[in-house]
């Protein structure tokens, strides 16, 4: 079967692109995460003055859509303005394994081109609360 095209979600996440707030790195990014009840969340990269407290437009996408209550993630499509089709930081790998792990993850240049992955492709071996339940266990 083909897999859906995604339209929606795609151009949702070039909206966000154009919605970051990324005035240091001028890199901006978008994100759009698709929920099991069909609703879109969009979410761009906010970054600050004091650097590191910056978020990833994955993470401001996938926690809008934890944070309005939904917990499953069919697919994040995520916008970088490059050349290439570049892929998401180890920090939201790790997030995205969590909140996310059986989605599929679309990842685009600015024109548009994609490639798609999934969470555990992008982190094998991540940590996971597997571990911490073993822990409590002993
Ligand atoms: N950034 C993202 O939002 N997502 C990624 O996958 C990579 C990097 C942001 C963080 C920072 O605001 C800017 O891009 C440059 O690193």
């Known amino acids: 079967m083909d897999q859906p095209d995604y339209a929606d979600l795609v151009a ?16 901006q990014v978008g994100a759009a995460a698709l929920t099991a009840s069909g609703r879109i969340f969009r979410g761009g990269n906010i ?22 209550g939904e917990r499953e993630i069919i697919a994040l499509a995520v916008v970088t303005p490059t050349d290439e089709v570049a892929s998401p930081c180890g920090a939201c790998r790790q ?19 994609q490639q798609r992955t999934t969470p555990r492709d992008l982190l094998p071996h991540g940590f996971g ?8 266990g002993r």
């Open 95 to 113: 997030v995205l394994l969590e909140l996310a792990p059986n989605c599929q993850v679309i990842l685009l240049n600015k024109a548009g081109r």
């Open 12 to 27: 949702a996440a070039f909206t966000a692109c154009d919605l970051a707030y990324a005035p240091y790195s001028r890199f």
């Open 129 to 136: 609360p597997t571990q911490l339940e073993e822990a409590r």
């Open 47 to 68: 970054e600050n003055a004091a650097y590191p407290m910056t978020v990833c437009a994955e993470r401001v996408a996938l926690f809008s859509a934890y944070a309005a």
